[in-house]
C-alpha cells in the first residue's frame, strides 16, 4: 500500500513553516513542505493559500500530537473560530461573522457574484464586542477581475444574440 503524504498544518508564512517541519524531523518524522516559494515570490504566502506542511499518512497522528502539544495546533471548543484572525483587541478566538442580506446575495448571482466577492467581510468578538472589517486580499481581486471580464463577454454575447447590439 502506498504511504501518501497528507497535510498536517498550514502555515501563512515561512518562518513558522520552516518552524514546525524542523520540530517534526527532531522528532522523526519525515516532513515535507509544499507552495513554500509562494510567499517569498509574491511577498506573502497568505494570498496564495499558506504553506502546507506534509508528512506521510502513517505518521500522521504522531506529527498532530506533537503539534498539539508544542501549541501549533490549537484545540478547537465548539464556539472558537479558527478561520479568521483573532480578534485584534482581546486576541480572542470567538469570532462571529456577519452574514450577507437576501437581496444583496440574489444581486450578487445576477451580477455572477462579483459584488459578493469583492465585499468585506465583517467580524465581531463574542467576548468583548468589538467589531472589524476585513481586508480584500490580492486573489479577491484578481479573481473579480476575471470574472468581471467572463461576465463581459457574456451579456455583450447575450445582447448580440437578442440583436439589441
Known sequence: MEDKLVTVLTATNSGDAYNAKALLESNGIETFLRDENMGSMFDSAAAFGHIKIDVRQTSLEEARDILI????????????????????KCSSRKIKTAKSSFIFSLVSLLLFF???????????????????????QFEHIFWSVILSLFCLMFWSKVLTVMNIL
Open 69 to 88: 502539544e508544542k501549541n501549533y495546533i490549537k484545540i478547537q471548543s465548539p464556539d472558537e473560530n479558527l478561520d479568521v484572525d483573532p480578534c485584534p
Open 114 to 136: 462579483i459584488p459578493k466577492i469583492l465585499q468585506k467581510k465583517s467580524y465581531q468578538c463574542k467576548d468583548c464586542g468589538h467589531s472589524w472589517d476585513s481586508t480584500l
